[in-house]
């Protein structure tokens, strides 16, 4: 390859590093056509986008890209495949999923939430990333529920006082 292609593929991949928040590395070199199929149609239904990449040019689009996921680096050896996807956790269920069938596929590392996770132990706990706008949600219903909980008894407060004066209303 020349440098001039291989300039264009590596800016090719700070782009999608950059567009993406989420990607996974993966090893499938283990997998026949068919398998690497199967696998690429699973990753379509789910918005997830799999490229295959030198370890090499992959190393430098990282670098250019700003992201902090130099803990990577170590890991790019032998066959690497990445997974660019929106949602943190999706491609920890899709490899989950798929592994149950074909044994062949295994997670290398992640960059989830500005975080890096290194190796096959960290799917179970990938699968399970909240993302941003669940966290977010869920510190909200958190800080509802107790201003809830006031007002209702501020509303039952109201009506037993109303019950209360209707009571001694109609007794005179």
Known sequence: MKSSEKQIVIDSLTKQVKQYNHFYLTDIS???????????????????KLVVVKNTLLRKALEKSGKDASG???ILKGSTSVMFCD???????????????????????A??????????????ILEVVK?????IADLVALLQSPIQTVLSQLQSGGNILHGVLKTLGEKE
């Open 87 to 109: 949602t943190g956790n999706v491609p920890a269920k899709l490899i989950k999923d798929f592994k149950r069938t074909r044994k062949k596929t295994s997670l290398k590392g």
């Open 72 to 74: 990577l680096y170590d």
């Open 131 to 135: 993302t941003k706008n669940e966290i």
């Open 30 to 48: 283990g997998l026949n056509a068919v398998e690497t199929s199967d696998l690429r149609r699973l990753c379509f239904k789910q918005d997830v």
């Open 111 to 124: 960059y989830v939430e500005e975080s890096v996770y290194i190796g096959e132990d960290q799917l179970d």
